[in-house]
């Protein structure tokens, strides 16, 4: 059985030409609409359907073949192109999400979900610092406690994709043990040391330096417990040096043994 309060809204879709039928029953623009509005419901509860059981592709064709029925109806088409972007996110296509999206924001800027379907989509495209954008955006004037967390996750993704890889710095793989570290620490910090590369221009002895400095940072992260344990979840080495002290003044303020804080 349907929704009750659902079937209430789509039998007053009817009233008005209901009503213009009941005073004129060949009126022909009443009958037409009511025809319309009988279809799109019957291909709404189509669409639900599908959706729940993830045929996606054909729900994407159902949404199409209402999009056709309500060309007139502006908030109505924002509300697929929605629905458009929600089956194109379940499929991964993420350039279709942000173009269902500029459809569904053209017609209704002040609905929320779009917004949010093409944060995701940019944060899948590698588009970071966009997606940043996009939600604060939403954040100005939708000020609500699950934007913010969207927000402060996003920020957090960003730092992530502009980490550097420690274990590409060492030429490790991430499995690699404390001994392969170690030794890799070792190779790669003689290779890059300052004094062996005095002959070159300053640049080139500038970059020397920011390497070794580089180095040093991977193996300091990857050789301890704690800091690893930081870096794996997605934290740089600003939020890793952070969550360490935050850790100490919890400790700190406690005497160690923790509850008080």
Request: glycine letters at 4%.
């Amino acid at each position: 059985m349907g929704n009750p309060s659902e079937e209430k809204r789509r039998n007053r879709s009817f009233d008005g030409p209901s009503k213009a039928l009941s005073f004129d029953p060949d009126h022909q623009e009443a009958q037409a609409f009511r025809k319309r509005l009988r279809s799109l419901c019957g291909k709404h509860g189509e669409l639900k359907e599908l959706m729940d059981s993830r045929e996606f592709e054909k729900a994407l064709e159902v949404v199409d073949s209402m999009l056709e029925l309500c060309q007139d109806n502006t908030a109505m088409m924002a509300s697929l192109y929605t629905e458009r972007a929600k089956a194109n996110v379940r499929l991964k296509d993420w350039r279709s999400v942000i173009k269902d999206v500029g459809q569904a924001t053209y017609r209704n800027h002040s609905l929320v979900q779009p917004y949010l379907f093409r944060a995701q989509a940019l944060q899948a495209l590698e588009r970071h610092e966009d997606a940043v954008k996009e939600l604060e955006s939403l954040m100005s004037w939708h000020p609500v406690e699950s934007v913010y967390h969207k927000v402060e996750e996003a920020k957090f993704l960003l730092r992530k994709h502009k980490r550097k890889n420690y274990y590409e710095v060492l030429g490790v793989p991430s499995v690699a043990s404390h001994l392969e570290i170690k030794k890799a620490y070792r190779e790669r910090a003689a290779e890059w040391h300052p004094d062996k590369k005095s002959h070159l221009d300053e640049a080139a002895r500038k970059n020397a330096e920011e390497m070794f400095k580089t180095i040093g940072e991977a193996y300091e992260i990857l050789t301890d417990p704690a800091k690893k344990e930081l870096y794996e979840k997605g934290y740089d080495l600003e939020g890793i040096n952070e969550q360490i002290e935050l850790k100490k003044r919890r400790t700190g303020c406690c005497n160690g043994r923790g509850g008080c804080c």
